[in-house]
Each structure stands twice: as C-alpha cells, then as structure tokens.
C-alpha cells in the first residue's frame, strides 16, 4: 500500500529512530513482543513520535487487526442527553475523562433509529465496528441485543449491573442498588419504624429489581409494595395511611416529590406523619421543594470505571468484568423517628 507524498510512515520513524520498522510497530502497537525492547531504545522510537506528530493510519491499523484509539458511546434513550441537569451527563463526563487519559477519541453513535419506543444499536447501517469497542447506557437494555453482543466477541461494557445473556455473563459497571436499599431500610428500622412500605415498579429493569430485592431482604416479604402499576400519588397515599406505613421508600425521586406534595395538600408533615426516602438520582428533570434523604449513584466515577474496564479487556487485562461500586447516603429532612 503506498503512502500519501509527504505523509510519514513507520519506515521514516525507525530511520529516525535508528531501529527497525519491526521495533516501531511493536512500540505503536503495545504489544507483548514489545518487553523486550530496551526502554531506552523504546524512549527513542517514542521521542521520535512526539517531535515528528507521527499518526498511524486507522484504516491501515484496522486491516492488521490493530486497535483505532477509539470508544464508542450508545444509549438506548430516545435523545441523547445534553443538559448539564440531564442522568446521564455525569457518567458522560466520567467517560470523557477517562478516554482523554488513556489517548482514546469517543465516538457517539447517535443515528439509529428509534422502534417500539427504544434506539437499537443493530440495524442495517450500524457502525459498530468503527469503535474498538463501546459503552452502552440506558435504563432497559434489549436482551437480544446484549446475547448477540456476547455471541460475536464485540467488546463491550454496560454502565448498570445487567443479567446475564444468552451464550455468557454481560460486562458492566453497576451501583449497587441492594446493598444501598437495605442498609437505608436497617436505619431507618433502628430509629423505630416498623410499618414500612416501597412504592415503584420495583421490576422491569435490573437497577428495579435490585431496588425492591435490598428492601425485602431487610423488610420482610410481607412489607406492602405500591406504584408497581403506576398508580397516581393521591392514591398511594391513601393506601399508605390505610396500612399504617410511617416510613415509605421511593424508587425514583421525580415520584417522591409527588408524593411529598400529595401528603402537604392533605395536611401532613414530612417527616413527622410520613418519612419519605429517595432511592437514588432524578432520572427525570424535577426540583424537589426539600432535601430527601436516600442515596445517590457515583455516577461520573461509573463512567471512568467503564472506560478503564473496557480499555482492560481490549487489551487482554480486565480481571473483573462485572463491578458494583457503593452509593453514597445522603442526609435530607424527610426522615425522623415515628410519631409515638
């Protein structure tokens, strides 16, 4: 293949250098070869690149299976988010900083088409392959998706704890939702609560099931669980005060505040009536009128460990490839011991 007039190829940079062209592959390419070139001709090759802007060829790299230096980023959200208020804009930023630390370009794959409601990464002019390999965010990732995934050997890491797919596990970077849930449910028990109760679908997506799965393990099975059919603020509250319930734990914070004000408009107080608990960050643009107490996601630190776990199995030495990381509580004014 012939190189265009005056751009540098491997062969002007090992002339440079004073190595083979073989040494300056290896050096370029990172790979397991490259031990055992002395560091302090590695350095040479190295300075050589530096002083002379040397940049290999993608398309050429790609033909010797070599890696592109870059990442793909896909959501299954119907827009890709924007707004500094957006969920997903602190995992972005973790991403960026972490592929600008390893020297790798993102590419954000936003023009498949939206079908039932949901974007697909696989349609007939996907370009999944221009990435090395990619992060995938969204709340609820199709199955066949994840399973053909796996099946084709595309690298590739989930941002949220997934179930496995068909044909081996599903990598990813999760909060872990169990963990956070049950030890907000052992609190606010030892201040006295007995009559408990979780409103949200608690089901449907994996960070769901986890939710519902860390309140039960410290709740009880018979702990009541409202919401799972949408059911409308007023009305849970009803069924609330019905049950007794002092203390309620909500999935998402965009319905406690519905809440919240469905209780003010009756006359209550929060906490003294009813604690409320925010299980987790607005998935949705909301203002909540006081600090809940709950739990938030490490979100931008889950985007970093993305892009660290994903550069790991690109280059054969990812040892975990399925991480929760803790979530941090966090102090409101919605919660107090029950009323005697």
């Known amino acids: 293949m012939s190189e265009a007039p005056g751009r540098l190829t491997q062969r002007d940079i090992a002339r440079l250098a004073g190595v083979s062209q073989t040494t300056v592959s ?7 070869d490259a031990a055992r070139i002395a560091p302090e001709t590695r350095e040479r090759v190295l300075r050589v690149i530096r002083e002379t802007g040397y940049a290999a060829d993608p398309m050429a790299r790609r033909l010797t299976k070599q890696l592109n ?4 980023v896909f959501t299954y959200e119907p827009v890709f ?40 990464i696989f349609h007939e002019n996907n370009r999944l392959r221009v990435a090395d390999g990619c992060v995938l965010l969204g709340r609820e990732i199709p199955h066949e ?5 796996v099946a084709e050997r595309y690298p590739f890491v989930c941002v949220g704890r997934r179930d ?36 949200g679908p608690g089901a449907g997506a994996e960070s769901s099931d986890d939710r519902l799965t860390g309140f ?19 009305e849970q509250l009803e069924q609330l005060l019905d049950a007794g319930v002092t203390a309620v734990f909500v999935e998402f914070l965009h319905d406690a505040v519905k809440l919240y004000e469905a209780a003010a408009a009756r006359g209550l107080d929060v906490p003294r009536d009813l604690s409320m608990l925010a299980l987790g960050d607005p998935t949705a643009p909301v203002d909540p009128p006081v ?25 054969g030495r990812a040892e975990h490839t399925r991480r929760l990381l803790d979530c941090r509580l966090v102090e409101g004014v919605t919660l107090a011991a029950p009323a005697r």
């Open 164 to 199: 496995d797919a068909d044909g081996g596990p599903v990598p990813y970077i999760g909060a872990d939702y169990v963990s956070a849930t049950a030890r907000l449910v052992q609190r606010v028990r030892a201040l006295g609560h007995r009559r408990l109760a979780f409103a």
């Open 291 to 315: 600090d809940f107490t709950g739990f938030r996601l490490r979100r931008t630190e889950m985007g970093r460990q993305a892009v660290d776990l994903l550069t790991g199995m690109l280059h």
């Open 216 to 234: 039960r393990q410290v709740a009880g099975p018979g702990a009541p669980h409202l919401g799972a059919r949408g059911e409308p603020a007023a």
């Open 69 to 72: 230096q870059i990442l793909g």
């Open 81 to 120: 988010p924007s707004t500094s208020a957006d969920f997903y804009h602190p995992f972005l930023r973790g991403i960026e900083e972490s592929a600008e630390r390893s020297g790798c370009d993102l590419l954000l794959f936003t023009s498949a088409p939206v079908t039932a409601g949901q974007r697909r």
């Open 26 to 32: 290896l050096v370029l390419n990172d790979r397991p």
């Open 145 to 149: 998706e994840l399973s053909r995934l």
